[in-house]
């Protein structure tokens, strides 16, 4: 069974800085799809951005970006210039790329803490 | 808007009681889930369906049970055999056929059984 693990239970950040989460994932598959979500105080699950494991290259959205090291099953979440509003919740999540199959795995999250 | 809608936001109930959790959605997935959120143990999953009428356990998923007898609608029922019903469930969907789809989430529902 794939898991996700995220070994950081809380990060802290200094506003306009850069942090990087870090994911972990297990899985025997070679056909699978990583996201970051983001649960700020309003508890809403914001999709962050998105990743194919059959892509190379690692995807960007404005400042947040991932590092994505498939023989290493880790997919790191990068924030540059960090915002007060970043202050949330971050979950990693996994999804088989496999035909019928539809659970996605989610890591036990990472707090992010944005100091002014 | 297309979009997920949970409720009520927040619920009471007593000990030994059945409780019924809304989810819908009009965003025309196939798949729909349930997710419990405790603190410090991330997101797990209680059912999932990918067709009307058809749903499968997820990984904690005793003391709960689920229909889908509309698209639409994926309502939760906590029955009084889950032992530790307090916390917040979170509904989502996705598209069947888009592996690269995100899940879609509802704004969760805050059940607390006293």
């Known amino acids: 069974a794939q898991t996700v693990t995220q070994s950081q239970p809380e990060m802290s950040v200094q506003e306009a800085e850069t942090v990087t989460l870090s994911c972990t994932y297990d899985t025997s598959e070679s056909d699978y799809y990583l996201f970051w979500y983001k649960q700020p105080p309003s508890r809403q699950m914001i999709l962050v951005i998105r990743q194919e494991a059959y892509k190379q290259q690692n995807a960007t959205e404005n400042r947040f970006s991932v590092n994505f090291q498939k023989a290493a099953k880790s997919f790191s979440l990068k924030i540059s210039d960090s915002q007060l509003g970043d202050a949330a919740m971050y979950f990693c999540?996994?999804?088989?790329?496999?035909?019928?199959?539809?659970?996605?795995?989610f890591g036990t999250g990472t707090r992010l803490k944005v100091l002014a | 808007d297309g979009g997920i809608t949970q409720s009520p936001k927040y619920l009471f109930r007593k000990e030994g009681q059945n409780v019924t959790l809304s989810c819908e959605q009009n965003l025309n997935h196939d798949a729909m889930y349930w997710y419990r959120q405790d603190p410090g143990q991330g997101l797990r999953l209680i059912y999932y369906s990918q067709i009307v009428n058809d749903f499968q356990k997820g990984d904690i998923a005793e003391g709960y049970s689920v229909s889908r007898e509309k698209k639409e609608s994926f309502p939760l029922t906590v029955t009084s055999a889950q032992k530790n019903p307090t916390a917040f469930y979170l509904c989502?969907?996705?598209?069947?056929?888009?592996?690269?789809?995100?899940?879609?989430f509802g704004n969760g529902t805050r059940l607390t059984v006293t």
């Open positions: 999540a996994y999804r088989s790329g496999n035909s019928g199959t539809y659970k996605y795995i």
């Open positions: 989502a969907s996705s598209p069947q056929r888009s592996y690269n789809s995100p899940l879609h």
